[in-house]
């Protein structure tokens, strides 16, 4: 891990593969927030008090931003947010956005490019049935483990309501889709929203 102190509210966290593997922790574990995440954000936050003296007041939360740099590697941000009312959730995930108010409700930010984690083939045919393909630039669907991974490049105005669509059967992976690319079985290499759709009858 590569740690950098940004200023005196602010941190920056370089973490690779061979760190989590090390913590027997896998990248799509960030999200949803478990205790499994919220225990190695604490380990970060105690790595950063002792390499260059980061920590938390009592009158403070930490904002948690995490996002993929590469396949091997993704960064954590970690801000502290002075509040009179700080609650007992330490940790606070949310939007990069200095106009927004800071809410409790983990949320990572999602661009054109998402990756949405399906338990079975089922549900991920019946979610792009609903999908409008003039949304997506292209689609390509993937196999892991026992999940099935769908890749979409989105155009800029239809990336919330993709999101909310597949939001309804899918879990968002905060992973690059190069790492399925590389680690996982390709399914459908191209227009796999369009193919899976037309299964449904």
């Not at 155009?155 to 899918?170: F, N, Q, S, T, W």
């Not at 590389?182 to 299964?199: D, F, P, S």
């Amino acid at each position: 891990m590569k740690i950098k102190k940004i200023n005196e509210d602010k941190v920056q966290i370089i973490i690779t593969n061979q760190d989590l593997e090390e913590r027997d922790f896998k990248k799509w574990e960030f999200m949803p927030i478990g205790p499994k995440a919220q225990e190695l954000f604490q380990d970060l936050l105690d790595m950063a008090y002792h390499e260059c003296g980061f920590q938390i007041e009592e009158d403070s939360q930490l904002m948690v931003e995490a996002y993929p740099l590469s396949v091997d590697s993704i960064a954590v941000i970690m801000t502290k947010v002075h509040s009179r009312g700080a609650d007992n959730n330490l940790f606070t995930f949310t939007h990069h956005d200095e106009e927004e108010d800071f809410d409790e409700e983990p949320c990572f930010e999602r661009g054109t490019g998402q990756v949405w984690g399906f338990a079975d083939l089922e549900t991920c045919i019946q979610a792009c049935h609903r999908l409008d393909p003039d949304l997506l630039e292209k689609s390509a669907l993937y196999k892991y483990l026992e999940g099935y991974y769908l890749a979409v490049n989105t155009l800029p105005l239809g990336v919330e309501d993709v999101a909310a669509i597949l939001g309804e059967y899918a879990d968002w992976i905060p992973v690059d889709e190069v790492f399925f690319k590389e680690h996982g079985q390709t399914i459908i290499q191209r227009e796999a929203v369009t193919n899976l759709a037309g299964l449904v009858r």
